[in-house]
Structures are given as structure tokens and as C-alpha cells.
């Protein structure tokens, strides 16, 4: 599935943070889930897998996708690795509606066109997160929980080969977070579509949790039953 072995520094001030990561999921494990206190560079670790961070040196690979390899000088964009990422501020594009947010991954960022086919795809993925009354709006416009939802749909909907969400339940009430957690594992095993997620919600690991990546001391590294579902 996965295979990280990278080391980053990042500036935090008067001491910067030195992360050595250094994991590889099992073969056969669907979802996994980054643990750690705040600061012990998960996210860190998180957007290097996406491309949106470089890692200082070290290799990345999904699967026989190599995405980063310092040795062989192989820096794969963001853009070619083919993964959802859902970060903890939704990073909805604010002069989008909610279906233009979603069709995004077929028309990019600035087409508020979007074709005929493009359409029918995003509105049956919002279908599938009950938000399709919601394809008018703009993000500004919606809750929280939509926001959120509408993120989910817009990952999903580029049919990526691994999601990665960062803290994706946090800031949602109890009620809402049970039931969106629910719909995102159905969703999930429906499309085959494996996942890691940033959380300190034990019914987040419970749920998504077929594998532990703790992050300590500028550490990170699988737990010892990484590879019970």
C-alpha cells in the first residue's frame, strides 16, 4: 500500500521540528490511521505523501508508484499521484459552487463550465453524500458539515487510489460526526478505495483504523499490531 522513509525539517521558530518517518503499511491493509500529539508531524508527513511538501531526502512510494526519491531524483507532482487529500479547512475554492468544487479533478480550479458528463459524475457523487440540493451554493453558504462533505465528495469524485484526511470529523458535532464516519466507511469499501487518516478520536480508529503510524519525539513508525483490521 504504503511506503514512507523521509526525514524533514520544518522551521517552528527559534527550534525547528526534525522529522524521521519511517513506515511501510501491510500489503493487505485498507485504512490506517496517523496518531500523535500536536506538533509530532503528522500533517508534515501527510502533505509530503500528497506532494504538497518536499521531503528532505528519503523515498516515497505507493504500491510500484515511486513519488518521491531523493537518490534517483524523482519528484512526482501532486497532480500525477492520483490521491485525494481532504485537509482540516476543507480548502473549498470559494468562487466555486459546490458542483464546480466537485468536478474540479475533470475541469480544473478556473473552468466554471463544467461539461455534460462532468456534471452527471459530480452530482451522483453528491448524491452519495446527500448534499446534491446543495450543487448551486458556495462554500461561504454552507455549514460545516456540508463544507465537509462536500470536501469528501470532491476527493472521492477524482476516484483516487489512496485518501488522506487530516482531522476530518474534529470540528463536527457528535451526532454528525457518528453518522459522517458511517457514510465514509460504506463509501469506502463500496468504491475499494484504501485511506489514512489524521485523528485523536478513538471511534475514528475503531472505525478506520486497520492500521497505527505513531508519531513521537520527531519520530514515526508502524505500531507492533499495525496489521490487525
Known amino acids: 500500500m504504503l511506503s514512507v522513509d523521509i526525514t524533514k525539517q520544518v522551521s517552528r521558530g527559534p527550534a525547528p521540528f526534525r522529522l524521521t518517518a519511517r513506515f511501510t503499511l501491510p500489503e493487505d491493509c485498507r485504512n490506517a490511521v496517523f496518531f500523535g500529539p500536536s506538533g509530532s508531524g503528522k500533517t508534515v508527513t501527510m502533505q509530503c505523501i500528497a506532494g504538497l511538501m518536499m ?6 512510494a505507493v504500491g510500484e508508484t515511486v513519488f518521491f526519491d531523493s537518490r534517483e531524483g524523482v519528484r512526482l507532482p501532486a497532480r500525477k499521484r492520483r490521491l485525494g487529500y481532504v485537509p482540516q479547512d476543507y480548502a473549498l475554492f470559494p468562487h466555486l459552487t459546490v458542483l464546480q468544487n466537485v468536478a474540479y479533478a475533470h475541469t480544473g480550479p478556473f473552468a466554471r463550465h463544467v461539461g455534460r458528463r462532468e456534471r ?69 469499501a463500496q468504491l475499494v478505495i484504501p485511506s489514512i487518516i489524521i485523528t485523536h478520536d478513538p471511534a475514528d480508529v475503531e472505525a478506520f483504523g486497520g492500521a497505527r503510524v505513531v508519531f513521537a519525539g520527531g519520530r514515526a513508525s508502524l505500531a507492533a499490531d499495525a496489521g490487525d483490521e
Do not use: K
Open 55 to 60: 521531503p528532505d531526502n528519503g523515498r516515497i
Open 120 to 188: 452527471e459524475e459530480a452530482r451522483e457523487m453528491l448524491g452519495r453524500f446527500r448534499i446534491g440540493n446543495l450543487a448551486g451554493r458556495y462554500p461561504h453558504e454552507l455549514s460545516g458539515g456540508q463544507r465537509q462533505r462536500a470536501a469528501l465528495a470532491r476527493a472521492l469524485n477524482a476516484a483516487p487510489r489512496l485518501l488522506l484526511m487530516d482531522e476530518p470529523f474534529s470540528a463536527l458535532d457528535v451526532p454528525l460526526r457518528e453518522a459522517l464516519r458511517a457514510e465514509i466507511r460504506e463509501l469506502l
